[in-house]
T-cell receptor
Framework: QQQVKQSPQSLIVQKGGISIINCAYENTAFDYFPWYQQFPGKGPALLIA?????SEKKEGRFTISFNKSAKQFSLHIMDSQPGDSATYFC?????????????FGQGTELSVKP | DTEVTQTPKHLVMGMTNKKSLKCEQHMGHRAMYWYKQKAKKPPELMFVYSYEKLSINESVPSRFSPECPNSSLLNLHLHALQPEDSALYLCASSRGGQGRNSPLHFGNGTRLTVT
């Protein structure tokens, strides 16, 4: 059974702090790792994504770090803001795509306190 | 605003009702998806249509019936649902079913309550 394990389940960070969410996978046949951000009452929105031939990708305050040998990847949110409060899902997709099927982590509920 | 539009936003139906959820995208995407999401859980894949043909059915009960009338539209027909089917139903699309760098674009979902 392909799995993506995500931690922590919930996270409270002070405004201006760094939020770190970790994911680990078991199947080496994954080749695309997106992160989705979901606000209450909304659908998930793609935040940032990485492929395993890259160890880090940065977009604004959001950075993905990827460790292929450890089968781990993480999302760092720098200078966290109250507007970043949302649920974050990591995900992985297989090399053979399986028709576009994403394997999601269980989600992290982030709360940024002012 | 999302580029994947879902209607209705909210739906309450009885267990004997028949209703349909609708999804529309005009991004030229050729793969469309239905996901089910329970509170505080990740989305669960239900169906995938690739080039208007059903390519994945994740062993979904027959009381859920998908339909893809054309490349822009996706419907989910509901009949004889159970209270445990209450959830947020998300539609998504991507450029192509086999495209590796083709991210999913989600709609904002239909909040379904079965009474």
């Amino acid at each position: 059974q392909q799995q993506v394990k995500q931690s922590p389940q919930s996270l409270i960070v002070q405004k201006g702090g760094i939020s770190i969410i970790n994911c680990a996978y078991e199947n080496t046949a994954f080749d695309y790792f997106p992160w989705y951000q979901q606000f209450p009452g909304k659908g998930p929105a793609l935040l940032i994504a990485i492929r395993p031939d890259v160890s880090e990708k940065k977009e604004g305050r959001f950075t993905i770090s990827f460790n292929k040998s450890a089968k781990q990847f993480s999302l760092h949110i720098m200078d966290s803001q109250p507007g970043d409060s949302a649920t974050y899902f990591c995900a992985a997709r297989g090399i053979y795509n399986q028709g576009g099927k994403l394997i999601f982590g269980q989600g992290t509920e982030l709360s940024v306190k002012p | 605003d999302t580029e994947v539009t879902q209607t209705p936003k909210h739906l309450v139906m009885g267990m004997t009702n028949k209703k349909s959820l609708k999804c529309e995208q005009h991004m030229g995407h050729r793969a469309m998806y239905w996901y089910k999401q329970k509170a505080k859980k990740p989305p669960e894949l239900m169906f995938v249509y690739s080039y208007e043909k059903l390519s994945i059915n994740e062993s979904v009960p027959s009381r859920f019936s998908p339909e893809c009338p054309n490349s822009s539209l996706l419907n989910l027909h509901l009949h004889a649902l159970q209270p445990e089917d209450s959830a947020l139903y998300l539609c998504a699309s991507s450029r192509g079913g086999q495209g590796r760098n083709s991210p999913l674009h989600f709609g904002n979902g239909t909040r379904l309550t079965v009474t």
